[in-house]
Structure formats: C-alpha cells, structure tokens
C-alpha cells in the first residue's frame, strides 16, 4: 500500500504541498485529481525522490521507500520523453534493467510488450521515427515493462487519440487487476469517473476529498434536479428565477438544490409549465463534486 | 540493484550509442587518417632526399663550378650547369625554372624569388674561393700552401656534451597536457550536450524515477570516459605502429615514468572537469546556452594549459603554485614531475587536493545536478540548483 503521508514543500514563498495525505491499496486504481498547480505532480515526484518535501513521508507497505523498493515502481511522467535516436527495443531493454531485471528477462519482456503494442516490426527503429501515438505506447511500456507493484502515471490520457485513451483504458485496468497499486492523474473527469471506483482530489497543496466516487457524490451536500418540459407556457429561466440554475436550454433546466430541500413545490411549477416529460433527482456527477470542492 | 550497477547499466548506454553513431565513427576515421597523414606525408616529400640544383652559365666560368657547389651541398642537392648563348636566354630559362639560378661569367649572380638561399650563398662562396685559388695560383701559390692559409684556428665545443634528457621528458609531458586538454575540450562538450539533450528530450524524469542523479552523473562522465580513452589509445597505437614501421620512434629514456605520471593526472584532470562539465550542463534547458554554462571551465580549462604552454622550458613561480591547485594540476604537475622540479611533498599535496576536491565536486556537482535536472525554462543558478536537492 502507498501511504502519502502529510507531505509539505515550499518553493520560495510558493507552498506546493500544504500537508497532502492518502493512500493506495494494491488492486486499486485511483483518479487523482486537482486544478492545475495544486500540487499533483509534487507530489508523484516526490514518490520518486525527484522532490524531497520538507517534512511528511512516504511509504510503501508501511516502510519508507528504499531505493530498492523504487526499482519496483512504474513512472510515466507528465512531459513525455525517451531517447529519440535510440532504438525501440534497445531502449525498452535499458529501462527494463535499470528497474532491475536481467538482460534475458528485459529482453522477453521487450519483445512481448512489441508483441502486443503491434509493434513487432519496428524493434529496430529508432523511436524518433515512429509516429506520434507510437512513441506514446513505448513510453506506456517502459513505464510497465518491469510489471510495477506501483504504477504512478502523470496524465496518462492527455494527448491520446480515442483509440489511445481506450488501450490505456485497458491496460490500467488489467494492471490493477493484476494487484498493482495504480494512481493517475487527469482532467477528463467523466473518463475518471467511469474509470475509477475511488478518486483523491487536491486543492492548494491539500487533499480536500478523497474515498469512492459513489461515497463521494452521495456525500455531497447539494442535489441536482432535470426537469424537461414540452412547450413550456413561460420561459424556463423565469419560472424558476429564485432557485439555482445550473443550466437552462430550450426545453431542459438543470437546479442545484441544498441536500433536503422539499420537492413538492418544484413538482408543482413543474406541472404549472407544461406537460412534464423528466423530472430527475440525482446526486452531483463528478465533476460537480470537483468544482464543490475545488471552487467553494 | 546495487548502486554500481546502475552506474555500470549508465555508462554502458552511453558507450554503446556514442560508438553506434556515424559522426563517431567518422571523426574517428578521420582523426586517423590525419594522424597517419600527418606522420607519412613529410616522409613522401623527402623520399629523394636531395633536390636537383641546375646553374644557368653565360660564358667562361671557373672550371669545377658544378663539383664544388655540389660538395659543398652535401646531402641536400646534386648539381647540374647549363650553359647559354647569352644573359637574356639565360634569365628567360631562370624565369620559366629551367634553371634555378643564373652564373654570368661578366661577375653576376642572377637570382629571382625562387631561387633557394642556400644554393645563392653557395654559388657565391664558391665562384669567390676558386677566384682566390685562380688568383693564388697566378701569384704562385700552390694548392697546398692555400688551404693551410685557410684553414681555421678555432674549433666549436659545446658544453652540453649530453642532450639533457629532461627537455624531452618535458616535451613528452607537455605532450600529454595537450592530449589531455583535447580530450576535456572534445569529451567534455559530448558531456556537457548529453546531459542537456536528456534534459531537453525530458527522458531525465524517467531516467532518475529509478537511478539516483550521482549514478547518472558517474555513469555518464564513465561511459564518455571510457570511449574518449579507448578512442585516443586506437590513434595512438596507430600512431606508434605508423612511426616504428618508419624507425622513427623515438623513446624518451625517462618515458615509463613520465607515462606513468601523465596516465594518473589524465584520470584525475578528465574526471574533475568532466563532472564540472556535467553539472553546468544540467543547470540550461538548451543547446544554445551550452557554451555559456561551460565558459566559466572552459575558461579555467585554457589558462591552466597556457600556464603549462608558457612553462615547457623551465620550473617558474607561476607554475609552481598552479600545480598545487587541483584545477591547474593536472595540466602543470606532469611537466614539474617531468622537469624533476616538483619537491616531493608538493606531488603529495597536490595529488591530495585532488582527489578530495574531485570527491567533493562529485557530491556537489550531484546535488546542482539534482536540482538542475528537472527544472526547465530559464537558466538554473548554481546556487539554486544546489538548494533545491538534497540527494
């Protein structure tokens, strides 16, 4: 289990991390999330040692993360980045030893990672001639050809054609499966919530949420209420001008509503409007949740 | 993985792609081939050995013109005349380089810029004594009597009987100062643009999740090393096989010493500034600002071979004190060890700054590393990059 444990770090008068917390279980695929400059990638470099926090730990199955241990962690970090004129399979076998395998085993594993990615062929390319997707899977497979008992990815799915966001889809998933502990920042906040049970989201160098996505919205202290309604006799923005409108268009209005507030009078100038085709109560989506959390 | 083998894993990549590349390949080609050609061209000029004198003669000269230049040319040329109608022919023939120098028995000598100084003061010397031998012997003085009248009373002694065998061993050393500054010049701009080409292609944060940044700086600054002393050995093997299939190799008797001397300043003097040359490069993000990071060693780099260049004839104050300080000794100690100036107790001093300031450029050079390596943008300070890593 990976336990970030209150981590802080200043740069100057800038605090990246404000005493962030949360851990990984193994299996456990986990969105981490937050607005830019909020401290994500501090806080993955510092599972690296590519940061050293001023005060806080980290730890890997309650102990603090050895060099050893290290070796046994995937990074792919935010700004891509191989070596452009070194060959596909040369390079995948380098970092397969530097995470400590052995030539025969970082060669095997090489040539099946090819194998799968489709590129069999090109074991001998340099990687500056691939194409741009291409150079994306091999950074995917350096960062797994050691199969990690951590994977720490850094916007896996920016950049990525559809095809792209679904392999990486899959193979996070067989990862986890696999019994890896998986972290991965993002901004596609549907994709994450489709993707991952649990989600960490940080703000200002703190965590300010964090747990199951359901948990989540459930938690959350707001409602969200579609109403449709077929020809409505007054405009929609007028009807319900003292309640929160999150959006409005044509027909359709989405309110957001303190959690018990009574239905009953909204069910009332509903009918008053027009023939009521939705009426839906639901919990906020994810990104609801976020922007509760990250804009209060 | 133990910490050597990462540095092992480091170095080898570093090697095996720098020698897989075509621009090594053919500076290397080339490097030798310029030695070879440098060594076997001069020999290809002087195959003969001798050059071909020709004398141009207008009317009667002195009979034995030809033989005396010759003898007195020695080795340097045989001697052939032509005889011509008239001065005008004659100084055309000159002009063409028929002949290379024109004897018109009216008393000139006719030269024009080609004609060699030597052959002028011969062909003068020589008209001048068979004109006094002439003259003697209508006077009716013999051959005999002249030569003693002739000949000197004052023989050339030299004091140094010996060559002194420690000029070539300071040549030799100095020799090796050159080497060893080519080599810091050329390997440590391959360092230098290595560790910025990882940083600019942003594989370093990859690279360092699992190597820590001094393992990466040592495998490096090994790797390239290795590569820079495997390359001069090939050319200077080449060299010493090129030059023994001549004869011309000419061993300093002293050289075992020296050599010995040379090879220890060359590691030390290669792994100082080659990890300074590593840690500059790690504080730019681009190609363009290389040679400002490095201009500080660099320039460092060229007054410690300039002290050593101006000292090759003799112990000074000035290179004295440079070989105490561990940037300037491993220019300027081989040439005092060579010279048999350095005091012993200086050798031991210098040799001890050297490898403990070495040692600790290594850590703080793997700190500024550190703390260069991952920030990009604007140009890192020293002083930054060193603050913001601890590893």
Same mark, same amino acid.
């Given at each position: 289990?990976?336990?970030?444990?209150?981590?802080?770090?200043?740069?100057?008068?800038?605090?990246?991390?404000?005493?962030?917390?949360?851990?990984?279980?193994?299996?456990?695929?986990?969105?981490?999330?937050?607005?830019?400059?909020?401290?994500?990638?501090?806080?993955?470099?510092?599972?690296?040692?590519?940061?050293?926090?001023?005060?806080?730990?980290?730890?890997?199955?309650?102990?603090?993360?050895?060099?050893?241990?290290?070796?046994?962690?995937?990074?792919?970090?935010?700004?891509?980045?191989?070596?452009?004129?070194?060959?596909?399979?040369?390079?995948?076998?380098?970092?397969?030893?530097?995470?400590?395998?052995?030539?025969?085993?970082?060669?095997?594993?090489?040539?099946?990672?090819?194998?799968?990615?489709?590129?069999?062929?090109?074991?001998?390319?340099?990687?500056?001639?691939?194409?741009?997707?291409?150079?994306?899977?091999?950074?995917?497979?350096?960062?797994?050809?050691?199969?990690?008992?951590?994977?720490?990815?850094?916007?896996?799915?920016?950049?990525?054609?559809?095809?792209?966001?679904?392999?990486?889809?899959?193979?996070?998933?067989?990862?986890?499966?696999?019994?890896?502990?998986?972290?991965?920042?993002?901004?596609?906040?549907?994709?994450?919530?489709?993707?991952?049970?649990?989600?960490?989201?940080?703000?200002?160098?703190?965590?300010?949420?964090?747990?199951?996505?359901?948990?989540?919205?459930?938690?959350?202290?707001?409602?969200?209420?579609?109403?449709?309604?077929?020809?409505?006799?007054?405009?929609?923005?007028?009807?319900?001008?003292?309640?929160?409108?999150?959006?409005?268009?044509?027909?359709?209005?989405?309110?957001?509503?303190?959690?018990?507030?009574?239905?009953?009078?909204?069910?009332?100038?509903?009918?008053?409007?027009?023939?009521?085709?939705?009426?839906?109560?639901?919990?906020?989506?994810?990104?609801?949740?976020?922007?509760?959390?990250?804009?209060? | 993985?133990?910490?050597?083998?990462?540095?092992?894993?480091?170095?080898?990549?570093?090697?095996?792609?720098?020698?897989?590349?075509?621009?090594?390949?053919?500076?290397?080609?080339?490097?030798?081939?310029?030695?070879?050609?440098?060594?076997?061209?001069?020999?290809?000029?002087?195959?003969?050995?001798?050059?071909?004198?020709?004398?141009?003669?207008?009317?009667?000269?002195?009979?034995?013109?030809?033989?005396?230049?010759?003898?007195?040319?020695?080795?340097?040329?045989?001697?052939?005349?032509?005889?011509?109608?008239?001065?005008? $022919? !004659?100084?055309?023939? =000159?002009?063409?380089?028929?002949?290379?120098? @024109?004897? &018109? %028995?009216? #008393?000139?000598?006719? +030269?024009?810029?080609?004609?060699?100084?030597?052959?002028?003061?011969?062909?003068?010397?020589?008209?001048?004594?068979?004109?006094?031998?002439?003259?003697?012997?209508?006077?009716?003085?013999?051959?005999?009597?002249?030569?003693?009248?002739?000949?000197?009373?004052?023989?050339?002694?030299?004091?140094?009987?010996?060559?002194?065998?420690?000029?070539?061993?300071?040549?030799?050393?100095?020799?090796?100062?050159?080497?060893?500054?080519?080599?810091?010049?050329?390997?440590?701009?391959?360092?230098?643009?290595?560790?910025?080409?990882?940083?600019?292609?942003?594989?370093?944060?990859?690279?360092?999740?699992?190597?820590?940044?001094?393992?990466?700086?040592?495998?490096?600054?090994?790797?390239?090393?290795?590569?820079?002393?495997?390359?001069?050995?090939?050319?200077?093997? $080449? !060299?010493?096989?090129? =030059?023994?299939?001549?004869?011309?190799?000419? @061993?300093? &008797? %002293?050289? #075992?010493?020296?050599? +010995?001397?040379?090879?220890?300043?060359?590691?030390?003097?290669?792994?100082?500034?080659?990890?300074?040359?590593?840690?500059?490069?790690?504080?730019?993000?681009?190609?363009?600002?290389?040679?400002?990071?490095?201009?500080?060693?660099?320039?460092?780099?060229?007054?410690?071979?300039?002290?050593?260049?101006?000292?090759?004839?003799?112990?000074?104050?000035?290179?004295?004190?440079?070989?105490?300080?561990?940037?300037?000794?491993?220019?300027?100690?081989?040439?005092?060890?060579?010279?048999?100036?350095?005091?012993?107790?200086?050798?031991?001093?210098?040799?001890?700054?050297?490898?403990?300031?070495?040692?600790?450029?290594?850590?703080?050079?793997?700190?500024?590393?550190?703390?260069?390596?991952?920030?990009?943008?604007?140009?890192?300070?020293?002083?930054?990059?060193?603050? !913001?890593?601890?590893?």
């Amino acid at each position: 289990m990976l336990q970030i444990d209150s981590l802080r770090k200043t740069y100057g008068d800038v605090i990246a991390l404000d005493g962030c917390s949360f851990t990984v279980g193994r299996g456990q695929l986990v969105g981490f999330l937050g607005p830019n400059g909020s401290g994500k990638t501090t806080t993955m470099r510092s599972v690296f040692s590519l940061v050293q926090p001023d005060s806080g730990e980290v730890r890997w199955d309650g102990m603090p993360i050895s060099p050893a241990a290290r070796l046994g962690f995937g990074y792919m970090p935010e700004q891509r980045g191989l070596y452009p004129r070194m060959k596909v399979a040369a390079q995948l076998v380098y970092f397969g030893r530097l995470h400590g395998l052995g030539k025969s085993e970082a060669t095997r594993a090489t040539l099946s990672w090819l194998e799968r990615l489709g590129l069999g062929d090109r074991a001998d390319s340099r990687l500056e001639e691939l194409s741009h997707g291409n150079q994306q899977r091999i950074q995917l497979a350096a960062a797994l050809i050691h199969e990690p008992e951590l994977l720490i990815l850094d916007e896996p799915f920016s950049g990525l054609d559809p095809i792209g966001v679904e392999a990486m889809i899959e193979i996070l998933l067989e990862r986890a499966a696999g019994g890896a502990a998986v972290v991965f920042s993002s901004h596609q906040l549907d994709l994450v919530e489709d993707l991952c049970e649990d989600v960490v989201i940080i703000a200002a160098g703190k965590v300010v949420l964090a747990g199951p996505v359901r948990e989540l919205r459930s938690r959350s202290h707001h409602r969200y209420l579609d109403i449709e309604i077929a020809q409505p006799s007054t405009d929609l923005r007028r009807a319900f001008v003292d309640r929160d409108i999150v959006t409005v268009d044509n027909g359709r209005i989405r309110l957001r509503l303190d959690d018990g507030t009574p239905l009953e009078p909204l069910v009332r100038t509903a009918a008053g409007l027009g023939r009521v085709q939705q009426f839906s109560f639901t919990p906020p989506n994810l990104s609801e949740v976020f922007r509760e959390v990250v804009e209060p | 993985m133990s910490g050597w083998s990462a540095i092992k894993l480091v170095a080898a990549r570093d090697f095996k792609e720098r020698i897989a590349s075509r621009a090594f390949q053919l500076s290397t080609g080339l490097t030798v081939l310029l030695v070879v050609g440098f060594i076997l061209v001069p020999t290809f000029i002087d195959t003969d050995g001798t050059q071909q004198w020709t004398i141009g003669v207008v009317g009667d000269v002195p009979a034995g013109l030809a033989e005396t230049v010759e003898a007195g040319a020695g080795d340097m040329a045989t001697v052939a005349t032509s005889q011509f109608g008239s001065r005008a $022919v !004659a100084e055309a023939a =000159l002009e063409d380089g028929a002949v290379d120098i @024109v004897v &018109d %028995a009216e #008393g000139s000598i006719i +030269v024009n810029a080609e004609s060699s100084d030597q052959l002028t003061t011969l062909v003068a010397a020589v008209l001048a004594s068979l004109d006094v031998a002439e003259q003697a012997a209508e006077l009716g003085i013999d051959a005999a009597a002249l030569t003693d009248l002739f000949s000197g009373t004052y023989d050339v002694e030299s004091l140094s009987v010996e060559p002194d065998s420690t000029d070539s061993d300071r040549a030799f050393a100095f020799f090796a100062t050159i080497i060893l500054f080519m080599s810091i010049i050329t390997y440590g701009s391959w360092i230098l643009i290595g560790v910025i080409e990882e940083k600019t292609n942003r594989v370093v944060e990859v690279v360092l999740g699992t190597v820590r940044p001094h393992q990466l700086l040592t495998g490096k600054v090994l790797g390239i090393g290795i590569l820079g002393v495997a390359q001069i050995v090939l050319i200077g093997v $080449v !060299a010493i096989v090129v =030059l023994s299939l001549q004869d011309a190799l000419d @061993v300093p &008797d %002293a050289a #075992g010493k020296v050599l +010995v001397w040379a090879f220890i300043w060359y590691v030390l003097g290669f792994a100082f500034y080659a990890v300074a040359y590593a840690a500059a490069g790690s504080l730019v993000s681009r190609q363009e600002e290389a040679q400002n990071a490095a201009f500080p060693l660099t320039l460092m780099l060229m007054a410690a071979y300039f002290v050593a260049s101006f000292s090759i004839t003799g112990d000074n104050p000035v290179l004295r004190i440079a070989s105490l300080l561990p940037m300037f000794a491993p220019m300027t100690m081989p040439l005092r060890i060579a010279g048999g100036d350095a005091l012993a107790w200086e050798v031991a001093v210098s040799l001890i700054l050297m490898v403990v300031v070495t040692y600790g450029l290594v850590r703080f050079a793997g700190r500024v590393y550190a703390g260069g390596l991952l920030q990009s943008g604007s140009r890192v300070k020293w002083r930054e990059a060193f603050r !913001a890593s601890e590893a």
